[in-house]
């Protein structure tokens, strides 16, 4: 609805860039209710950036390479997350710098959300729907 109203190029930076900050802060919180809040948050987001982006792809890519170019970012989504659980899990409960593992791992994912969000800024051009 609200990349209906405004432009999709900011919405999906806006997005990114509040899953990185929510991501971050998870890292840092010990308690159960700022969890939820913050779980809460980056969901919004998380959920945000899925159909956004899907949607500037869809106008971006050729009808000729619509399918594979859906495909692809298919498979990269699901490398990243195979990838990610592998390493999340073995580094989990080791600790880097006085920093739990898992936690590292949140702020890890955090930063490289804010530097996509930043990426999309700068080299993302908002396509006319």
Known sequence: FLSDKYSRKWMLVFGTALWGIATIFLANINDFPHILIFRAINGL???????????????????????????????????????GGVVTTTVALKYFGGIRGWRLCFIVVGILSILLSITVALFVDDAPR
């Open 45 to 83: 987001a998380l959920g945000s950036i899925g159909p956004i982006s899907q949607s500037i792809l869809a106008d971006a890519a050729k009808n000729e390479s619509l399918g594979l170019s859906f495909g692809l970012v298919q498979l990269s989504s699901s490398t990243g997350r195979l990838i």
